[in-house]
């Protein structure tokens, strides 16, 4: 990427793998699909992928997904706030990520 050094390669030869994005989209990507199968609903997201955009920030791809499969996840959600997902925060004041919550189960 154009702010990253280049360390005598040009654009040309830049590499998703040297992306710190690609990387948080990667291990975000595994932390959702282990709670996916989890939850019984891995094969409801075949389009599950970690991406990255233009600009090299990472991304996670959902894709499209029945209608039922919709409402299990908005029930699983709701499920998680009731239960006080919520209410627990970082050091920070911010509420935990998803991978932040899978990294301190490990």
Do not use: C, I
Not at 20 to 44: F, I, M, S
Not at 62 to 73: D, I, K, Q, Y
């Amino acid at each position: 990427m154009p702010t990253e050094p280049t360390d005598g390669r040009d654009a040309a030869a830049w590499s998703p793998l040297d992306s710190d994005g690609w990387y948080a989209a990667r291990n975000a990507t595994t932390a959702l699909r282990d709670v996916l199968v989890r939850a019984g609903l891995e094969k409801d997201f075949p389009y599950l992928r970690a991406d990255l955009n233009a600009f090299g920030h990472g991304l996670v791809e959902l894709g499209r997904v029945s209608p039922a499969t919709a409402e299990r996840v908005a029930e699983l959600l709701r499920l998680a706030l009731a239960s006080g997902f919520g209410r627990d925060r970082n050091d920070d004041g911010d509420e935990p990520t998803v991978a932040e919550e899978h990294q301190g189960r490990a």
